[in-house]
């Protein structure tokens, strides 16, 4: 048997920051590009659709948001964020430090938009109920996955096992809660 301690982040540019110090060995994290450089990622298990909220008026779509004088509200170091740094060329992406702030930032400042995971964003409409909705359609889909510390030494034993786990994983229990 293997003893198993739990260290949670409270976000995952936190996990991603502690990779460099090889503070865990195993995450369940978006993989992205960007955070290839410490860790591996299995195939992903499940997708999480990331989309805007915007003013209830707002006659934007997820295809127009990337305009100029468009201004978007994005939580720092998500997945969904590094995806905009990327992808975004008119559009001004604005970081905050928390999911919280992001919000906060959008509402105080009147951005056009706030960018976030579906679920949450939907959660957040309770906030301010009337004053917003979420976009229909999303603009891109985090790839959920298993991932492991980049073995110096090119050992692939953890992340084959990983590989193996996440693929009976899908097939089994993602399956049968999807």
């Known amino acids: ?20 110090d090889g503070l865990w060995d195993i995450c369940l994290i978006g993989a992205d590009p960007a955070r290839a450089e410490f860790i591996e990622f299995t195939p992903a298990y499940c997708e999480i659709r990331a ?21 978007i509200a994005s939580k720092k170091g998500g997945a969904y964020d590094l995806w905009l740094s990327r992808n975004l060329k008119h559009a001004e992406v604005i970081q905050a430090e928390t999911l919280d702030a992001s919000y906060d ?3 105080a400042d009147g951005l056009e938009a706030l960018a976030g995971l579906r679920p949450k964003l939907v959660d957040d409409l309770a906030k301010d109920p009337g004053l917003f909705r979420v976009l229909d359609g999303h603009f891109m889909s985090v790839q959920q996955a298993l991932g492991c510390l980049q073995d110096k030494d ?25």
């Open 1 to 20: 048997s293997v003893e198993v301690i739990l260290v949670p982040f409270p976000h995952p540019d936190q996990l991603c920051d502690a990779a460099k």
């Open 105 to 107: 930032l959008f509402r």
């Open 154 to 178: 090119g050992d692939r034993t953890g992340i084959d096992f990983l590989f193996r786990f996440a693929e009976e994983a899908r097939k089994g229990l993602v399956q049968e809660l999807i």
């Open 51 to 71: 989309t805007y909220m915007v003013p209830v008026a707002s006659e934007r779509t997820v295809a127009d948001m990337d305009s100029e004088g468009v201004r």
